[in-house]
Nanobody, 113 residues
Framework: QVQLVESGGGLVQAGGSLRLTCKAS????????MGWYRQAPGKERELVAR???????HFADSMEGRFAISRDNFNNFVWLQMNSLKPEDTAVYYC???????WGQGTQVTVSS
């Protein structure tokens, strides 16, 4: 069974950075499109960024320029580098296999003002 395990969340001050890691246990990881999503309290889950199997990336408008997504197809990792964090970035961040609709358990990111 495919599993996605996130790590790297935590508490950071506004303007700081965090790097989230997603480790996939999937033999077919290299052909998957992978995404990072987030859900803030009282809000719907939203796309943060996604990366195709070839490394093409797409970002939500509010994250472009501040966040970066990357992957390692050999070791089955996806990363989300978050810079210039704002209090409104506070949310649970989820790794998602966009190809087969599998979710990780999420990791909390809290940005203090």
């Amino acid at each position: 069974q495919v599993q996605l395990v996130e790590s790297g969340g935590g508490l950071v001050q506004a303007g700081g950075s965090l790097r989230l890691t997603c480790k996939a246990s999937d033999r077919r990881f290299s052909v998957k499109t992978m995404g990072w999503y987030r859900q803030a309290p009282g809000k719907e889950r939203e796309l943060v960024a996604r990366i195709s199997r070839l490394g093409n990336t797409h970002f939500a408008d509010s994250m472009e320029g501040r966040f970066a997504i990357s992957r390692d197809n050999f070791n089955n990792f996806v990363w989300l580098q978050m810079n210039s964090l704002k209090p409104e970035d506070t949310a649970v961040y989820y790794c998602h296999d966009d190809t087969t609709d599998i979710w990780g358990q999420g990791t909390q990111v809290t940005v203090s003002s």
